[in-house]
């Protein structure tokens, strides 16, 4: 079989250069997520297959569940626990942070001497059981908020393969919420798309997008326009703003495009928007991300 080229280059390491140079506070963010995300894009977890008809995904989205909620899920575990190893690795050389390469090479011992049982680990992670993985850290003296974003991040090629195998069965879909209609997790940006600005919003863990409501608070469902506004700074509120609502005080960090934002790069568009963050939240305002599916 001969090897196919191109000459299309890569969205990843073109879109962190390039917020490199707009936004150099975030040079070593963009560097290490250079070298994180391609491992994330790449990785095979031999997921097992999940299989739903249209009439059954129907149901469930009519029933306001998502396609994955109880529905057994299965990873390979030596796939899994090598994709941890090797993010670990990856952080432990970068060493962002005051003792980031410590905790990371003490994870990545813990996985590769089975000290750690992933599978355990990565179960907690798809509910939302974070109290569990906290514990299990505590014991075996880690990093407690490391280990629980290195196993969210190792689900996350699963979760973007059973998304893929779902959405064909979704394309006429009725889905006004604001958790992914594929795998739960509540939406981490939203994008305002073509010369209408539709609104729709974008699930970060499998890389979903679905229509919303425009003038609504994806959180509380509030439509009262008077409590419903928007946060931007000077020259960007065309391209990026925040939604907020007064009634909740909840917020989500908004994108205009003409084409929906591919799913490996969504993490990097949160990281571009990051300033947006400290200002909603400097106001009082939260958001609400990774939510238990059902």
């Not at 998304?163 to 958790?179: A, V, Y």
Request: glycine share 6%.
């Amino acid at each position: 079989m001969k090897a196919e080229y191109t000459d299309t280059p890569d969205p990843v390491p073109q879109r962190l250069r390039a917020l490199r140079k707009d936004s150099p506070e975030l040079c070593k963010a963009a560097l290490l997520y250079e070298s994180l995300l391609p491992l994330l894009r790449e990785a095979d977890l031999m997921v097992t297959p999940v299989f739903l008809t249209s009439d059954q995904a129907m149901r469930k989205l009519q029933s306001g569940l998502p396609l994955l909620f109880d529905m057994e899920l299965g990873i390979d575990l030596t796939a899994a626990s090598g994709l941890m190893i090797r993010l670990a690795r990856v952080l432990e050389q970068a060493g962002v942070g005051e003792g980031s390469s410590f905790s990371a090479r003490s994870i990545r011992l813990a996985v590769k001497e089975d000290r750690l049982d992933v599978g355990a680990l990565l179960a907690q992670a798809a509910s939302e059981e974070r109290g569990a993985i906290t514990s299990t850290a505590l014991d075996l003296d880690l990093d407690s908020g490391l280990l629980w974003t290195l196993t969210k991040d190792v689900l996350r090629p699963a979760f973007r393969e059973w998304r893929r195998q779902l959405t064909p069965l979704t394309e006429d879909i009725l889905w006004n919420r604001g958790e992914c209609f594929v795998c739960g997790a509540s939406a981490i940006l939203a994008e305002l798309r073509d010369n209408n600005l539709v609104r729709f919003l974008r699930c970060g863990r499998c890389g979903a997008d679905w229509h919303f409501s425009r003038l609504q608070c994806l959180y509380c469902g509030n439509e009262d326009h008077r409590t419903l506004s928007y946060l931007y700074t000077e020259g960007e509120g065309e391209k990026y703003r925040v939604e907020v609502c007064e009634k909740c005080k909840g917020y989500i960090k908004v994108i205009t495009t003409f084409s929906p934002t591919p799913p490996e790069l969504l993490q990097v568009e949160d990281l571009a928007t990051l300033r947006f963050d400290f200002i909603a939240q400097g106001r009082g305002y939260s958001r609400k991300t990774d939510i238990p599916a059902g």
